[in-house]
């Protein structure tokens, strides 16, 4: 993460780096507390997202140079399909409030997910920052065996 609000204040943006490995995906979710930029470094793969107003999840490839917009709420999943990763950069006003799903619901407002508590790039602060109290508990990994003893599952491998 290269600047978060944990370290700039609760009115700043979030913008950080997000690693994609092949064959895997960031999983069903969307943001709940605002919107979401994702500009494709390098790699490749799908984009699917289901869009308040469409009747269907959309599906469409992305590739180096991409640029996509999740409004605040839209369910959506970034999928790595070439061989190499995908790195991307991620800019929102709050990543850190993401419902994350098991799958893609029956409606785009419906299914109910995990909120966990902390992201995985939520575990990390932005150079020059000293780790505060939140970045140490975060690190000793007992969010993530929270998660995952609470059902939470972690599709991709994502790193920030």
Known sequence: MFASKH??????????????YPEKDSGVHRH?????????????????????????????????????FNPQGQLHKLTNTGTEPLYGLILGKNLGGTEMLAGWPDSPTGGVGYVPELMPWETSCAPGHEPDEFYEA????EAFEQAAAEGGDWAGEGEL
């Open 7 to 20: 370290a700039n204040g609760a009115d700043s943006l979030e913008f950080g780096r997000y690693t994609l």
């Open 32 to 68: 709940l507390d605002g919107d979401e930029w994702i500009y494709v470094l390098t790699g490749q793969g799908t984009y699917a997202y289901w869009a308040h107003e469409n009747a269907e999840v959309t599906e469409v490839p992305v590739h180096q140079g991409s640029v996509l």
């Open 138 to 141: 975060a690190t000793t990994g």
